[in-house]
């Protein structure tokens, strides 16, 4: 079923069937893909979040290539809202698997086999929040309906949120909606390779950025003179990354055409 509130994104229907807006849709990719990059490169950090069968995978392969973190097990009540308790459910995890390590772990078979359990299943959980030490700058969600704990916990800590929101989603409280099938793996790999292009792209600007602010410090510029020639610098590099991602996601679009063509 349709969601009424999703009208202004859905270009008409057919048989029951709702097309969504491709115009929309990478207008909106743009500008998520944008906010992504910014939150990259001032340092942050983005919790990508899907219990999807069809994007776990995906997702968490997403994390580990990027550096970032992931939810793809199942959400836990509190997750962000609740982050002293799951810090130390995190802790709890961590020293299970040191002292599963050990060769002499000290502990019966038995006791050891519990061990593992538990331990399995925090790693389910939390494997891909271990390394976070705080809440996340910004969180990505695939499919908001399975989501929605998560989303309304991200609202309530007023954590930018970017989405992709089908015809059945609901966009209210999500900053960066993007308008696109959250079913379909070939879309799913779509929107993930676009993000992984970015953050790569915007982790370079970030070594780049450090090497050039050690060089002006050692010719003791004026400061006014610094602040100008960087803002100058981010503006051509956001520029420079939105037309960079318009066109590979023109490429991609048209390559999935031309393989359904055939």
């Known amino acids: 079923?349709?969601?009424?509130?999703?009208?202004?994104?859905?270009?008409?229907?057919?048989?029951?069937?709702?097309?969504?807006?491709?115009?929309?849709?990478?207008?909106?990719v743009n500008k998520a893909l944008l906010e992504i990059h910014k939150c990259i490169t001032s340092g942050g950090k983005i919790l990508f979040v899907s219990t999807k069968k069809q994007a776990a995978e995906t997702i968490a392969n997403l994390a580990k290539d990027t550096s970032q973190f992931y939810?793809?097990?199942?959400?836990?009540?509190?997750?962000?809202?609740?982050?002293?308790?799951?810090?130390?459910?995190?802790?709890?995890?961590?020293?299970?698997?040191?002292?599963?390590?050990?060769?002499?772990?000290?502990?019966?078979?038995?006791?050891?086999?519990?061990?593992?359990?538990?331990?399995?299943?925090?790693?389910?959980?939390?494997?891909?929040?271990?390394?976070?030490?705080?809440i996340p700058d910004m969180i990505f969600i695939i499919d908001t309906n399975v989501e929605d704990l998560a989303v309304k916990e991200a609202s309530k800590?007023?954590?930018?949120?970017?989405?992709?929101?089908?015809?059945?989603?609901?966009?209210?409280?999500?900053?960066?909606?993007?308008?696109?099938?959250?079913?379909?793996?070939?879309?799913?790999n779509l929107y993930c390779d676009l993000i992984k292009k970015t953050v790569f792209d915007a982790q370079k600007n970030i070594t780049k950025t450090d090497v050039e602010d050690l060089k002006i410090e050692t010719k003791n510029e004026k400061p006014h003179k610094k602040e100008l020639k960087k803002e100058d610098s981010k503006k051509k590099e956001i520029k420079k990354t939105s037309k960079k991602i318009a066109k590979s996601f023109f490429s991609k679009v048209k390559s999935l055409t031309s393989k359904k063509a055939k």
Not at 106 to 122: A, S
Not at 158 to 185: E, K, L, M, Q, W
């Open 1 to 28: 079923r349709w969601n009424p509130k999703m009208e202004e994104f859905i270009f008409g229907s057919k048989n029951s069937i709702h097309i969504i807006d491709l115009v929309q849709t990478l207008e909106m």
């Open 71 to 134: 939810v793809n097990h199942r959400w836990l009540g509190g997750m962000l809202t609740n982050w002293k308790t799951i810090s130390n459910s995190i802790k709890r995890y961590k020293k299970l698997s040191k002292d599963l390590k050990k060769e002499n772990t000290g502990f019966t078979k038995k006791e050891n086999l519990k061990m593992g359990i538990q331990r399995d299943k925090l790693e389910r959980s939390l494997g891909g929040i271990a390394e976070m030490t705080k």
């Open 157 to 188: 800590l007023s954590i930018p949120i970017v989405a992709i929101v089908d015809t059945n989603s609901d966009p209210t409280g999500i900053n960066f909606p993007i308008p696109g099938n959250d079913d379909a793996r070939r879309a799913i």
